[in-house]
Antibody, heavy 118, light 110 residues
């Protein structure tokens, strides 16, 4: 059974850094694309980017390029989404998701709620 | 990169059929067969319902079907049931080697 387990709720202040995680199991972590999707409160889904863990090939949406960093640690089958300086507008639910191809997310994590407030 | 265009809401009565449209451009929906549809209940993670325009993953009811014509893809739900009430999102691969979502459609079962 494919499972994606995300790290827990985060409450941070503007300007702080943050790294959230997503641990995959039940499939070949290195040979599937794993990515991140943002959902701001009451809004729709936004594709942020993906990584192919085997060779670390990473693609970003133009909207998120330079704003976040996506990475993966193969030995522990875990993907990460990282911010160096959070803004209040980063407040959202963040989902990780995995697919055998870049173009489709077949399985999803439960979501990580990030709240950024002074 | 603007979101794909979906109607904000659609509604139908139990047993009826509804169709949700998803309009893009030749650089996304019209240019590739990689259109997916996701169902999301409030407070839950999305779930893949249709991939590659019309493929149903294992376990998805055959009441859900997808199609595409030109720059517009469509999701049709037949034999509408109360449990189908949810938000639905389309997505498409793009010429920039990324993926873009639609704005989402809220389905109400009357």
């Amino acid at each position: 059974e494919v499972q994606l387990v995300q790290s827990g709720t985060e409450v941070k202040k503007p300007g702080e850094s943050l790294k959230i995680s997503c641990k995959g199991s039940g499939y070949s972590f290195t040979s599937h694309w794993i990515g991140w999707v943002r959902q701001m409160p009451g809004k729709g889904l936004e594709w942020m980017g993906v990584i192919y863990p085997d060779d670390s090939d990473t693609r970003y949406s133009p909207s998120f390029q330079g704003q976040v960093t996506i990475s993966a640690a193969k030995p522990i089958s875990t993907a990460y989404l990282q911010w160096s300086s959070l803004k209040a507008s980063d407040t959202a639910m963040y989902f990780c998701a995995v697919g055998s191809i870049l173009k489709t997310f077949h399985y999803w994590g439960q979501g990580t709620l990030v709240t950024v407030s002074s | 990169q603007s979101a794909l265009t979906q109607p904000a809401s659609v509604s139908g009565s139990p047993g009826q059929s509804i169709t949700i449209s998803c309009t893009g451009t030749s650089s996304d929906v019209g240019g590739y067969t990689y259109v997916s549809w996701y169902q999301q209940y409030p407070g839950k993670a999305p779930k893949l319902m249709i991939s590659e325009v019309s493929n149903r993953p294992s376990g998805i009811s055959n009441r859900f079907s997808g199609s595409k014509s030109g720059n517009t893809a469509s999701l049709t739900i037949s034999g509408l049931q109360a449990e189908d009430e949810a938000d639905y999102y389309c997505s498409s691969y793009t010429s920039s080697s990324t993926v873009i979502f639609g704005g989402g459609t809220k389905l109400t079962v009357l």
